[in-house]
Every structure is written in C-alpha cells, then in structure tokens.
C-alpha cells in the first residue's frame, strides 16, 4: 500500500533505504523532499511534450508515449545509479500526486525484486504538510532577535551560539544570501518552495521549551520571503543588539566578503544598483575605492551613508520589543569567541 505522510516528522521514521523524487528536472529544481534524489521518469522536454498530446490530441495516446518513454528512462536508471544496489534494498517513490509516474516506474522496481512503494498523494501530499508547518503553524519557540547595524558579525556569532548549544536557525544560509545588495553567494538562491521546505525542516527539529535565535532580517532574504507566522513572531521578538565601532565593522566586512572583493566587476555593477538613492559624486567615490582596492573605507562609506541609516529605519518600522545592547571594540575571532559566550548566556534566561 501506498505510504501515507500525516507529519513532517514520519519521513524520519520511514523504513526505506533511499527516497527517489521521478519529477522532471524542473520540478525537483524547484523543491523536493530533504533527502531525496532525482531519478526522472521524464525529463523535462518528454513531460511537455506528453502533457500536450494528453491534452490536445489523445489521452490514450499520450500514455502510451509515455509509458515507453518511462520505460526507456529506467532503463538508463537500472544501468546507472541503481545498477549496484542489493537485492533487499527498499526505496520509495514518489512523484507530483503519487500517479502515474511513481508507479510505472516502481511497478519496473517491484518487478526486479526491490521491496518498493510509493507516498500516497505524492510531492503535493508533502508539499500541504509544509505549508502548514511555515504557513499556518506558529513558531513553535520562542523567537529571540539577534540584531546589530550591517558588518556586525551576527552570522559569524549565530554559528558560535550554535557551537554552544543555543538553538539556531539560520535563515541567510538557507536562504543561500547574505541578505543585502551584496549578498549573493555562489550557487543562487533556492525556489520559494525549495526555502520553504529547509525552513520547516529546521523548525521540526526545534525543541519547543528553548528560545530559538534568529538573525534580524527584513521580511525577504535576496527574493525569497519568510512566512507570515516566523515574520510575525520575529516583529514581537526580543532584541540581543550587538554594537560595534564603525571601522571595527568595515574590517570585518572586508573579511568576511572576500568572495566579493575577489571579483571587482561584480562590486561595480552592485555600486550601479545603488545610484538612484545617491549622489554621483558619491557613487563614484565609492567605484573608484572599489577600483582600486580599497575595501575597508568602501565598507564604511556603504555603511555609514547608505545601509546604517535605512537599517534604522526599519527598525523603527518593525520593532515592537526594547533591545539590548552588547557593545565590542572589536570584531576578531578572540573578540567574537567571549561575546558569543555573554549572549548565550543572557539568552539560556529567556
């Protein structure tokens, strides 16, 4: 019989070797389940083309295509990643809504031996149970807001909480961003959905009587937005502020953006984005210190007349709680590792 998912938390506890996602390309891309790995009945090209013979010619037809077309791709499956699996392997299957894709491909699958099934419902059976989990769900602890202006290491201090036991979620690495214009980072943003699925991950393995830390965003992180419910609970939050000098906070923004500063077209064309909100006398201030290196005073300069003063804005806008504050003179690894220990313990108190 079909697998039927009641909570996010039965994948966990599933008794099967491997999940196997038989969506097309596209739609794996777009969001799949944690774990699983991409084996595609058909690919994206073959899904169109069968997609509109179903509904523009013969339905008859159109499965027959497919069929064959199903047939031939685990085919290519059985001789590649599944070539080597053992005779008691047990994966389960799953497609969009559990049809006829999981189940011509692990009927193939059963036919070898491979004690297989299916996810009653498919994808969309999972994809409901995470829109209640970041949609519908409240946070399930408390929310404590780790804030500070831009360079303030709060990622670099959220990883030192983790390392000392405070639950974290850190929503800029799941979102792959680093949250600003400059926040790109290698390998692009997930889907909405794709974000939306690690955000439920990380919440199912929350412990509800701790506090979980969260870093102080905006309502999106680069294109992808955070669920009402985490929003809202991240409005009402407590604030831990951490306070440092401005050029303690350029140096390490030069630091920790070295991936950045190693490409000097992609700092340009960022500056560019910004010259409807300046002058161009400053805007071409700030090419030239890009241009010729000097990333400590462009960090500052970014800083001080652009991101500082709309960070405050904002936070006038969305604060709802007091904040207080952590001051530091500095911003290096020996300066990060104490303050990280004074802010978990003021958060074990919450």
Known sequence: MPVTLTALSDLAT?????????RSPAEWEEDHIPGAISLPALDNEERARVGTIYTQDSPFRARKIGAALVARNAARHLEGPLAEKPGGWKPLVYCWRGGQRSGSFASILAQIGWRVDTIKGGYKAYRS????AVHEAPVPSRVVLLDGNTGSAKTELLHLLAARGV???DLE?????RGSLFGHRAGGQPAQKAFESRLAAALLRLDPARPVVVEAESSKVGDV???PPLWKAMRAAPRLSVAAPLAARARYLARAYADLTADPDEIARVIDLLRPHHPAERIEHWQGLAATGRFEPLAAGLMEHHYDPRYAKQRARTATEGSEVFSTPDLTPETLAPLADRLAERIAGF
């Open 14 to 22: 599933l008794d099967f070797d491997e999940i196997i996602d038989v």
């Open 129 to 132: 149970l995470v829109v209640q």
């Open 225 to 227: 937005s955070l669920p």
């Open 173 to 177: 690495g799941l979102a792959n961003h």
């Open 167 to 169: 639950q974290v979620i």
